[in-house]
């Protein structure tokens, strides 16, 4: 079974921060690795996926993976009001999809 | 472009009442097509996925199926819902190694 841990937070940051996420997962042979926003009541959106060791940047989100420590990361820099949701982090083995129960974060005005 | 569509959008039904909650996908052919649940303030639950027309995999044990009847069709049912069978049910399906979610069936059991 492939386990996929969040800190379910809720995680506060003020309007502007830097919003940091953080995500870990159990098989050492995942590729392919995903955030999405969930708005209250509303269905999972992607914001991102990462493949590869390092840094993927994408307007004010950045998706960083260590696969070596077996880690994958979400900033959200100059965080806005609107921003505040829950991230889920996700991987694929190719066939399914696994999920982490997510993050909740608040940025307030 | 693709698109994924839930209906209905809510749904209250007693318990004992069956289900039928239905997903179509447009704008692709032969897509892997997957149902979840998420329960108040919980994760997605993975219920069923296909990789094609009658191919269904349940990944849950419970009162719950899944039908394809067509390629881009896919069905969940049940003949008697439980109380613990509210929630938040999401239809996704999965193009180029990325997911895409349906907007979601609230339903609620009484």
């Known amino acids: 079974q492939k386990e996929v841990e969040q800190n379910s937070g809720p995680l506060s940051v003020p309007e502007g921060a830097i919003a940091s996420l953080n995500c870990t997962y159990s098989d050492r042979g995942s590729q392919s690795f995903f955030w999405y926003r969930q708005y209250s009541g509303k269905s999972p959106e992607l914001i991102m996926f990462?493949?590869?060791?390092g840094d993927k940047e994408d307007g004010r989100f950045t998706a960083q993976l260590n696969k070596a420590s077996q880690y994958v990361s979400l900033l959200i820099r100059d965080s806005q009001p609107s921003d505040s949701a829950t991230y889920l982090c996700?991987?694929?083995?190719?066939?399914?999809?696994?999920f982490g129960t997510g993050t909740s974060l608040t940025v307030i005005p | 472009s693709q698109t994924i569509h839930q209906w209905p959008a809510t749904l209250v039904q007693p318990v004992g009442s069956p289900l039928s909650l239905e997903c179509t996908v447009e704008g692709t052919s032969n897509p892997n097509l997957y149902w979840y649940r998420q329960a108040a303030g919980r994760g997605l639950q993975l219920l069923f996925y296909?990789?094609?027309?009658?191919?269904i995999s349940s990944e849950v044990p419970q009162n719950l199926s899944a039908s394809r009847p067509q390629d881009r069709q896919f069905i969940l049912s049940s003949k008697k819902l439980l109380l613990s069978d509210s929630g938040f049910y999401l239809c996704?399906?999965?193009?180029?190694?990325?997911?895409?979610f349906g907007p979601g069936t609230r339903l609620t059991v009484l």
């Open positions: 996700a991987l694929s083995d190719g066939n399914q999809f696994y």
């Open positions: 996704a399906w999965t193009g180029l190694d990325t997911q895409y």
């Open positions: 990462i493949y590869s060791n």
């Open positions: 296909s990789v094609g027309i009658g191919q």
